[in-house]
T-cell receptor, first 115, second 117 residues
Framework: DQQVKQNSPSLSVQEGRISILNCDYT??????FLWYKKYPAEGPTFLIS?????DKNEDGRFTVFLNKSAKHLSLHIVPSQPGDSAVYFC??????????????FGKGTHLIIQP | GAVVSQHPSRVICKSGTSVKIECRSL??????MFWYRQFPKQSLMLMAT?????????EQGVEKDKFLINHASLTLSTLTVTSAHPEDSSFYIC?????????????FGSGTQLSVL
């Protein structure tokens, strides 16, 4: 049972426009959400995160929105640039109180920015 | 940000051989490291949690005798795939928690592409 879902395997956006990547989760115990960017044959790199006590976090061109009641979050990239083409993973953490915990990842969305 | 170094980046081996993958935290100490595996077009799946000085914790369905984890120091964790078979071919990635902020994000190594012939 997939607890973090990214239902769009791929997304194509024109350069300069807004890219919106969506993510849904089922476990209400998740308390922290992260977005990672990944290029082929490389490890993921951290992009932006949001705590469950917030509904928005912004960092430059990247904004993450969290709707707890809908168990939904989204990543907005504006304006989209060619270098943004990559696979984006949504991830969630459930704090156990006992130390570091692994993240649960979605399947990823391949974002393609077209010139 | 913190740097996690993973070696080798690519391994091609014959079926039945063992392969060791190293994961190092370069400028910080990591009492915990995580090992993930990713099959093509699939999610990153947590395999196990490596704990310095104690036994690793394996996720359900991951064979501990096949995937040996050793976290002998605060900067090094190793994953050994024993008696590798073609179905073990995958992309293996290690990670360590951000040392500055408790558990809020993970830094990942560059991954190891394992191909078993």
């Amino acid at each position: 049972d997939q607890q973090v879902k990214q239902n769009s395997p791929s997304l194509s956006v024109q350069e300069g426009r807004i890219s919106i990547l969506n993510c849904d989760y089922t476990n209400s115990m998740f308390d922290y959400f992260l977005w990672y960017k990944k290029y082929p044959a490389e490890g993921p790199t951290f992009l932006i995160s949001i705590s469950s006590i917030k509904d928005k976090n912004e960092d430059g061109r990247f904004t993450v929105f969290l709707n707890k009641s809908a168990k939904h979050l989204s990543l907005h990239i504006v304006p989209s640039q060619p270098g943004d083409s990559a696979v984006y993973f949504c991830a969630a953490r459930m704090y156990s109180g006992g130390g570091a915990d692994g993240l649960t990842f979605g399947k990823g969305t391949h974002l393609i920015i077209q010139p | 940000g913190a740097v996690v170094s993973q070696h080798p980046s690519r391994v091609i081996c014959k079926s039945g051989t063992s392969v060791k993958i190293e994961c190092r935290s370069l400028d910080f100490q990591a009492t915990t490291m995580f090992w993930y595996r990713q099959f093509p077009k699939q999610s990153l799946m947590l395999m196990a949690t490596s704990n310095e000085g104690s036994k690793a914790t394996y996720e359900q369905g991951v064979e501990k005798d096949k995937f040996l984890i050793n976290h002998a120091s605060l900067t090094l964790s190793t994953l050994t795939v024993t008696s590798a078979h073609p179905e073990d071919s995958s992309f293996y990635i290690c990670s360590a928690p951000d040392p500055g902020r408790t558990n809020e994000k993970l830094f990942f190594g560059s991954g190891t592409q394992l191909s078993v012939l």
